[in-house]
């Protein structure tokens, strides 16, 4: 069953009778090998507990020549290779936020865990130039608030707030990545 919102727009939109909702897992799609000519992923591949299984599933249920873009935020390097600053700031909040494929993936390997799925990469864009802006400004903005509540509360109660702010700190070696990738033909 999908959101009321998702159908709501959906109408809003005209296009309520070209458009179907449904929860999943995306390690396990319900659906049938080759069901659709494209897939898209919004800043979901970082909460993947197996990456590679949700591409490989990604890859089943497209159809040869079927299209997959991913869009997301990721490490540049492997977290390993972070300075222990960086590592100590990023660590705790990827756990926090149940961000496992955050730890499993970065900028250098996915186009090889999109390879390994099947899939030929046609294109890895770096977006974080268009994020930058409001980046720069969500931080400028929650700052404060940030300093206040976490005075006065709990700072786990504010995660997304924290997220905001502190991870402002690691901006150097985060990048917002949008992947695109075709099933091959036959």
């Known amino acids: 069953m999908a959101p009321p919102g998702a159908r709501r727009l959906s109408a809003r939109a005209v296009l309520a009778d070209r458009t179907a909702f449904s929860w999943g897992d995306f390690h396990h799609l319900s659906f049938t090998e080759g069901e659709f000519d494209g897939a898209y992923s919004m800043e979901t591949l970082v909460h993947s507990y197996d990456p590679p299984r949700a591409l490989a599933e990604l890859h089943r249920v497209l159809r040869p020549g079927g299209r997959l873009v991913l869009l997301g935020p990721m490490s540049t390097v492997p977290l390993d290779e972070l300075p222990p600053r960086a590592r100590a700031l990023l660590e705790p909040y990827l756990d926090a936020m149940v961000m496992t494929g955050a730890r499993l993936y970065h900028a250098r ?78």
């Open 109 to 186: 390997n996915l186009p090889r865990l999109l390879a390994e799925a099947g899939f030929e990469v046609e294109e890895a864009l770096d977006a974080t130039a268009y994020y930058t802006p409001t980046t720069e400004a969500v931080h400028t903005y929650f700052r404060l608030p940030w300093e206040l509540l976490r005075r006065v509360g709990d700072p786990a109660k504010w995660l997304n707030l924290r997220s905001t702010v502190a991870m402002y700190g690691v901006r150097e070696y985060v990048a917002w990545y949008v992947h695109t990738a075709v099933k091959p033909p036959g």
